[in-house]
């Protein structure tokens, strides 16, 4: 793909072919609405009831009956008794008398005119009607805010907050969601430490798995492992082989560039006779280089490797470019894509003569400011912007100017 298109297209063509692999998990499970939260729903849903199922008083006051009104005013109404929610209802309002009514209580249908507690004139125990002032019934007709069969949501929706609260409404208390895609972390490298050990001389900390843990389940997956290789290829192989039985994606992060030791490549290649692999080294900064490889287990079962680069930085990129779009896809995420913002540039920003740069971004109250650095390993730069951009070779941009980005979930 490269040599021909310029970096831009290059990157836009790699990940529209890569997220053409990402086929959505076809299998489903049901849950309680408890564990729905952030769960894909795997089938459209549709209201079993209409809400309101019965005629319903929206304010605290007075109901009286159609017939009343045809009877036309001044007219002097005893109160009968009190209508509240969930208790019984009579059978249908009479002509010649009122009913008191709490917000919520259902209402037999003849039910005309629900007259407010602060508007109603009272003497005597007795519902003065003296006007024809009332503009607003206030009854909430059968199916005004929901008829039954109407869709409520469709399928690959994912179910939050407010998804959860309209499904309780309606009387379902579990949902079918898709499965979790199971992704398997591999980092690697001899020089890797876990955090909370004292460093030996060469070693660094491994930063990778523990943000793509975070990101993993922030994104809903389901993270089967964590493996850290030792830099050689059979004790790579020995132990991923295992794991890749039970997962759908493998995301690897390192050894996927050019050096002595970077067996990743040469791991994707011997993943089976009907695998597929590509290596790709874009013309960017940071997220250069980048791997991929689908093959078959053997139930037949489609599974996925994303390799990313292993400068921490260039890696998070990496993931937010391609890794995170090609999840939202195997979820069965209906709108997977991040959307972009708009804001006017603080200062003038110098764009590669050759490269497609992606830019830490801060939002400021003058605009938007970049962070100079544009380092692939300085994750202090990805805890001090708020999103990304992009710039083209050779697209400068100036201060007042208004660019797109991509802000970071939080
Ligand atoms: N001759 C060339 N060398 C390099 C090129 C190139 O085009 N030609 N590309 C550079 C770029 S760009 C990147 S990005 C890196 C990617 O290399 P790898 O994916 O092979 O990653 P490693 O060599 O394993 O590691 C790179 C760097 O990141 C550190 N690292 C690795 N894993 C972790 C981790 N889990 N936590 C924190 N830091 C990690 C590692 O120690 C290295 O410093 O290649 C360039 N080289
Ligand atoms: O992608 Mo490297 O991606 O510049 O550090």
Not at 163 to 167: D, M, S, T, V
């Given at each position: 793909m490269s040599g021909v298109l310029d970096p831009l297209q290059e990157f836009q063509a790699i990940k529209a072919w890569l997220l053409a692999q990402a086929k959505a998990i076809n299998e489903s499970e049901t849950v309680c609405l408890l564990d729905a939260n952030a769960r894909v729903l795997a089938e459209a849903i549709h209201s079993p009831i209409s809400l309101p199922a019965l005629p319903t008083s929206a304010m605290d006051g007075y109901v009286v009956s159609k017939q009343c009104l045809e009877n036309g005013f001044p007219a002097r109404l005893p109160v009968l008794g009190t209508l509240f929610a969930g208790a019984d209802i009579p059978a249908s309002l009479p002509q010649d008398a009122a009913y008191k009514v709490m917000t919520g209580a259902a209402l037999p249908g003849n039910a005309g005119l629900v007259i407010p507690v602060e508007e109603a004139q009272l003497l005597d125990d007795y519902l003065l009607l003296d006007t024809n002032k009332f503009r607003k019934s206030h009854i909430k007709q059968v199916g005004c805010d929901l008829s039954e069969g109407e869709l409520l949501l469709e399928k690959g929706v994912v179910l939050g907050a407010r998804?959860?609260?309209?499904?309780a409404s309606c009387g379902i208390a579990a949902c079918p969601v898709l499965r979790r895609p199971k992704v398997l972390i591999a980092v690697g490298g001899d020089e890797l430490q876990s955090p909370g050990v004292p460093l030996q001389a060469g070693q660094i900390y491994d930063a990778n798995s523990w943000w793509l843990q975070a990101e993993l389940t922030e994104l809903g997956c389901e993270v089967v492992a964590v493996l850290s290789w030792q830099d050689d290829l059979p004790s790579m192989q020995s132990s991923l082989r295992p794991r890749l039985e039970q997962i759908d994606l493998v995301i690897s992060v390192g050894g996927v560039s050019v050096g002595d030791r970077d067996f990743v490549y040469d791991c994707l290649q011997n993943l089976g006779e009907e695998a597929r692999s590509c290596r790709w080294r874009l013309n960017m900064k940071p997220?250069?280089?980048?791997?991929?490889?689908?093959?078959?287990?053997?139930?037949?079962?489609?599974?996925?490797?994303?390799?990313?680069?292993?400068?921490?930085?260039?890696?998070?990129?990496?993931?937010?470019?391609?890794a995170e779009p090609f999840i939202q896809s195997l979820s069965g995420k209906k709108s997977g894509s991040k959307k972009s913002c708009l804001a006017q540039m603080v200062q003038n920003v110098k764009a590669d003569p050759h490269k497609l740069l992606w830019m830490q971004v801060r939002e400021t109250q003058e605009g938007l400011e970049v962070i100079r650095q544009n380092s692939s390993s300085r994750l202090l730069d990805l805890t001090l912007a708020d999103g990304y951009l992009c710039m083209p070779p050779n697209c400068d941009l100036e201060a007042g100017q208004t660019v797109e980005y991509w802000r970071y979930r939080r």
């Open positions: 998804e959860i609260g309209l499904l997220a250069k280089p980048l791997a991929y490889a689908t093959w078959k287990q053997n139930a037949g079962a489609v599974k996925h490797w994303l390799a990313l680069p292993g400068n921490p930085v260039a890696a998070f990129m990496s993931f937010q470019l391609f």
